[in-house]
């Protein structure tokens, strides 16, 4: 790819399917809030629900 | 993140409480605070630092000793001395006040003093509301404002500045890192690694509830998963190995290099390693453009027997009196319509003057067939052009690459005989170190071998596994939950697959642009014809390509300082480009209204450098705060910093000596001392502004 060629990092968001698209938005906004925390536990948990209640 | 003020008491060389030290922000919205060495200069950088992240730069000598001596001096014994630094600034709509404190106990014998416990930090925060309430976690909340691995972009001591394009390769990993949480990809990062460890999750399950066959593919999986993920760390163990023989051999060449009487074999044999390089680089690059070469012409060797019976064929027809065809199907058509030959004669079904014309119409048909003929009789010369020059092109490339073999077996055979000269020379310091050296070069051919293997081994397991994905995906489960559990798995499949590609490109496209605004601030402020390049692993290069092919540049301590600054800049202005471009989805650190904070910039470098350096500080950051002496400061960087001043302060240091001149500095015809005399026998810093 040409390096003037503009890359765009949110085309494999754009293009996922809509119930992937919201997995996704939610993992990145919980990891967004726990980012600057720290001894936080319970990753597993809090994103198993995710993908649980969006697949279905 | 911007700044208001900071306040100190006892803290290092300031004794008692200084005045606010207000920052500049604005149109002019730099800072200065001139002093001379040894007056805290250092201090005053890392007051930003202790106090934020409780840490400082490499230069700050002494970092345990926080609280200032003559304050300790004038105490008594059992007396506790407190040392502090209150910062306040703002960020995204809050406003902030940081203040770490230490303490010290007064004691009778050497040093004098102890500290108590460690530095304690409160920090204050108001949003608005005009109300101030203190934040339990301060660490989280300062993290949040500015990651705490990414301070040494924005409070940076610039004598010491060019280690940031040097970076060794655990640093390189740090830039990388440093980068991802400038552009928010940190969490990106996090979210991939957690589903993958969900999706194993959510495989297990079905592991426990599916058929046979379903949990015999699953375990296969999570054994080649496992298999994988060895062998990528026996990988970065081996590449780590590879670093530490590098810098071992480089130690090895510099000390042979010591010695006189083998100095100019050993400067032949640098020579002729940078010409092997050369070389294989040719080898690179010719390969690359053979395969270019065949990918665009390959195909043209099967046409040209297709070419030559084409031609066959036409001139049969030629031959035949078919081609030309020299009459119009149309024409033919027509006559035989109007039932009337062009020489009178009526043409009726049946009789034998409508058969006659009716025969012409099998041949005006080949019209067609003569146009066809015409014109791919003209694609054809391409074609045969292009085939011409494909055969030559081909043999000049292979021949080029044969030559660059034929000269690194020469090179490589001349490196032998060398290697070999000095295992067998007389000094027996000289043919140690070059076993050494050989058996250096041993390890990382093996080692290098080794990764290869293992490299292609991981490629073998991913196809293995993508197969296996593949037939649990065919898997049609009947039960409602096994169906679940597989829909969710692929889910966290799918999820995780486009968070790396988005990782990648979003890694590309920062690298890309880093480098493009980094050659651009660079060629700003320097007058060479170099151009700054960026590696794939963040490592900074200097390349010079004024005669064509770009060779890499040694860097001078003055263009490596520069390259830094270009570095820093450039990197806080693609962050804020890529911000506007598009709301990320993991919203990264607003680097755009970020200050910067510098001790002595302008360091090692000439009069051209600093002039340029000083144009173009103020365009870098929000805010810049610059800690300088008078020989930094006057003349060039003064008259182009001094319209954008808009904060000036003096650190004036006390020294109990009666032999030392007074200094001062002349800002705007006034005078302002920067050394004086202590009047009470101890040594301190009065800051004062201008």
């Known amino acids: 790819m040409s390096k003037k060629e503009k890359i765009d990092p949110l085309a494999p968001f754009k293009e996922a399917p809509e119930e992937i698209q919201c997995i996704m938005k939610r993992i990145l906004a919980f990891e967004k809030e726990r980012l600057f925390q720290t001894r936080v536990r319970g990753y597993e948990t809090e994103i198993t629900n995710i993908v649980k209640e969006e697949i279905q | 993140m911007k700044l208001h003020y900071l306040k100190l008491k006892n803290f290092r060389q300031f004794y008692g409480a200084t005045p606010k030290i207000a920052f500049a922000k604005g149109k002019k919205n730099i800072t200065v605070l001139h002093a001379n060495n040894g007056s805290g200069k250092t201090a005053l950088l890392n007051a930003f630092i202790w106090t934020m992240f409780d840490s400082y730069t490499p230069g700050f000598q002494l970092p345990e000793q926080i609280v200032n001596k003559r304050a300790i001096r004038e105490a008594t014994p059992g007396d506790i001395v407190e040392a502090w630094v209150e910062l306040k600034f703002s960020h995204d709509g809050s406003n902030y006040v940081i203040k770490r404190a230490q303490e010290a106990v007064c004691i009778e014998d050497e040093p004098g003093w102890q500290n108590r416990s460690t530095s304690n930090a409160t ?80 495989e297990k399950d079905l592991q426990d509830t599916g058929d046979e066959e379903l949990t015999a593919l699953l375990k296969d999986k999570e054994k080649l998963e496992n298999e994988k993920q060895q062998l990528a760390s026996d990988v970065e163990e081996n590449e780590v190995e590879i670093e530490h023989n590098q810098t071992r051999k480089k130690e090895i060449a510099d000390k042979l290099l010591g010695h006189r009487e083998i100095k100019s074999i050993q400067e032949r044999r ?132 044969r030559n660059a073999y034929a000269n690194i077996t020469e090179f490589e055979s001349e490196l032998d ?39 292609a081994r991981t490629e073998s397991i991913k196809k293995k596994i993508i197969e296996i994905d593949k037939a649990i995906g065919k898997k049609q489960s009947e039960e409602e939950k096994q169906d679940l559990l597989l829909r969710r798995g692929r889910a966290c499949r799918d999820a995780y697959n486009r968070l790396s590609t988005m990782l990648t490109l979003w890694d590309k496209r920062f690298r890309i642009d880093l480098e493009q605004k980094m050659q ?39 263009e490596n300082q520069i390259l830094s600054l270009a570095f820093i800049g450039s990197i806080i202005e693609v962050v804020r480009n890529q911000k506007q471009q598009h709301d990320t989805l993991a919203g990264g650190v607003d680097a755009s209204s970020y200050p910067v904070v510098m001790d002595s910039p302008f360091g090692a470098l000439d009069h051209n450098y600093r002039r340029q350096i000083a144009k173009i500080l103020p365009n870098i950051a929000g805010q810049v705060v610059t800690l300088v002496t008078k020989t930094q400061w006057h003349g060039e960087v003064e008259n182009a910093m001094m319209d954008k001043i808009g904060r000036e302060y003096i650190l004036t240091y006390y020294t109990p000596r009666d032999d030392v001149a007074e200094d001062l500095l002349e800002i705007n015809g006034a005078k302002y001392p920067l050394i004086r005399q202590s009047t009470n026998g101890y040594e301190y810093t009065v800051i004062e502004e201008l």
């Open chain 2, 123 to 202: 920090l204050q925060k108001e949003s608005g509301s005009g109300n101030w309430r203190p934040i339990e976690r301060v660490d989280d909340e300062i993290g949040r404002v500015l990651p705490k691995d990414l301070h040494n972009y924005f409070f940076f001591d610039g004598e010491r500045i060019e280690r940031i394009v040097r970076p060794s390769k655990k640093q390189q990993e740090e830039i990388k890192a440093a980068a991802k949480k400038l552009l928010g990809l940190e969490i990106v990062a996090r979210g991939k690694s957690h589903l993958d460890k969900v999706r194993k999750k959510f």
């Open chain 2, 417 to 455: 005989d060398i290697s070999d000269k000095l295992r067998k020379f007389p000094k027996e310091e000289i043919a140690g170190l070059e076993k050494q050296l050989s058996a250096c070069e041993e390890k990382e051919k093996t080692l290098l071998f080794t990764i290869a293997d293992k490299k």
């Open chain 2, 520 to 558: 651009d601030l660079f060629s700003q402020m320097t007058l060479t014809p170099y151009l700054p390049q960026i590696t794939e692993s963040y490592g900074i290069v200097l390349k010079e390509a004024a005669g064509g092919k770009p060779l890499d540049v040694a860097a001078s301590q003055g």
């Open chain 2, 270 to 401: 640098q020579f002729i390693e940078k010409e092997k390089d050369i070389k294989n680089a040719d080898i690179a690059e010719y390969s690359k453009n053979l395969k270019q070469e065949i990918s665009k012409h390959g195909y043209s060797v099967f046409i040209n027997k297709l070419i030559t019976n084409f031609r066959e064929q036409v001139d049969r027809m030629r031959e035949k009196g078919e081609l030309p065809s020299g009459i119009k199907k149309q024409f033919v058509e027509d006559l035989l319509e109007k039932h009337k030959c062009i020489c009178g004669t009526e043409l009726i079904v049946g009789h034998p003057a409508h058969e006659k014309v009716k025969q012409w119409r099998q041949q005006a048909g080949l019209a067609d067939v003569e146009e066809k003929a015409l014109s791919m009789g003209g694609e054809l010369k391409n074609y045969e052009a292009a085939l011409g020059s494909f055969p030559t092109t081909l043999e000049s490339l292979k021949t080029k690459i």
